[in-house]
Nanobody
Framework: QVQLVETGGGLVQPGDSLRLSCTAS????????MAWFRQAPGKEREFVQG????????YSGDSVKGRFTISRDNNKNTVYLQMNSLKPEDTAVYYC???????????????WGQGTQVTVSS
């Protein structure tokens, strides 16, 4: 079993940047594929970005492409989400997840963190 803990959320203004971190513990070798999802109030959970074990290949949802960057440091068992040019519509609880499949489907991810709140408001 893998435990995931997200940190780095907060309240920012439009155009600001944040970096989220997700640190894994437990069965680390089960974290071959990692991803960030988000869920805004009253909306369904949405895929944000995913990353392969090597950290070389990534894939993104259309709403954040060009603004967000996912990366990972396997030595630290940590995945990051660098968020730039934040917009009010980015406001959501952000979750990290791990699994064995490089997909955008939440059903393919077996471990989830508790989430960290990101609020973008002027």
């Amino acid at each position: 079993q893998v435990q995931l803990v997200e940190t780095g959320g907060g309240l920012v203004q439009p155009g600001d940047s944040l970096r989220l971190s997700c640190t894994a513990s437990g069965r680390i070798l089960a974290t071959y594929h990692m991803a960030w999802f988000r869920q805004a109030p009253g909306k369904e959970r949405e895929f944000v970005q995913g990353i392969w074990w090597s950290g070389v290949r990534t894939y993104s949802g259309d709403s954040v492409k060009g603004r967000f960057t996912i990366s990972r440091d396997n030595n630290k068992n940590t995945v990051y989400l660098q968020m730039n040019s934040l917009k009010p519509e980015d406001t959501a609880v952000y979750y990290c997840a791990s699994g064995r499949h490089a997909t955008m489907s939440e059903t393919e991810f077996s471990s989830w963190g508790q989430g960290t709140q990101v609020t973008v408001s002027s």
